[in-house]
């Protein structure tokens, strides 16, 4: 028997001129990038408070404070594992995960299946159980005028029970 359970995430980070820019694990070349205590990376941020929210065990910031100095610039990719390794503790496998990213520049498909072979890397599943879109906000609000990026992932996970 298979329990099955759904989490949803959303993320936001300013964009700022001169930063790296990391999406879904790789740095995009852009002249702005998105800044936060970590590496910024929102499309991780999302799946980690999608699967976190899904196996009801809180969110990102619950298990990796901004407050926390070992966090400080880290590679979200380390977080994403540990994610991954707290829902194999409670015998949870993903089923599949839907990350929408909003950014108005740069346009993201071209690296998109980089950023698929990644995650699915670092979260040791196969690339057909993660799909990203982009799409822009038609130059309306935060993210219209370049001011910022965000993101929303809904994940679905199972959980085994054995007899």
Not at 111 to 116: A, L, Q, S, T, Y
Request: a negative charge; aromatic letters at 8%; hydrophobic letters at 40%.
């Amino acid at each position: 028997m298979s329990a099955f359970r759904v989490g949803f995430g959303y993320d936001v980070h300013q964009l700022k001129e001169g930063a790296p820019f990391w999406l879904g694990g790789i740095k995009v070349p852009h002249d702005k990038g998105a800044t936060g205590h970590s590496d910024a990376d929102v499309v991780i941020h999302v799946i980690c408070d999608a699967l976190l929210g899904a196996a009801n065990l809180r969110d990102i910031g619950y298990h990796f404070s901004d407050q926390d100095p070992r966090y400080k610039g880290i590679d979200s990719k380390i977080l994403l594992q540990q994610v991954m390794e707290l829902l194999a503790r409670d015998k949870y496998e993903l089923g599949n995960l839907d990350v929408t990213l909003c950014l108005q520049q740069p346009k993201i498909n071209p690296f998109i299946p980089e950023m698929k072979a990644c995650l699915a890397k670092v979260m040791h599943v196969s690339e057909d159980k993660i799909s990203i879109k982009a799409t822009t906000t038609e130059r309306l609000g935060f993210v219209g005028r370049e001011e910022g990026v965000s993101a929303y992932c809904v994940a679905l996970i199972h959980q085994q029970h054995t007899p």
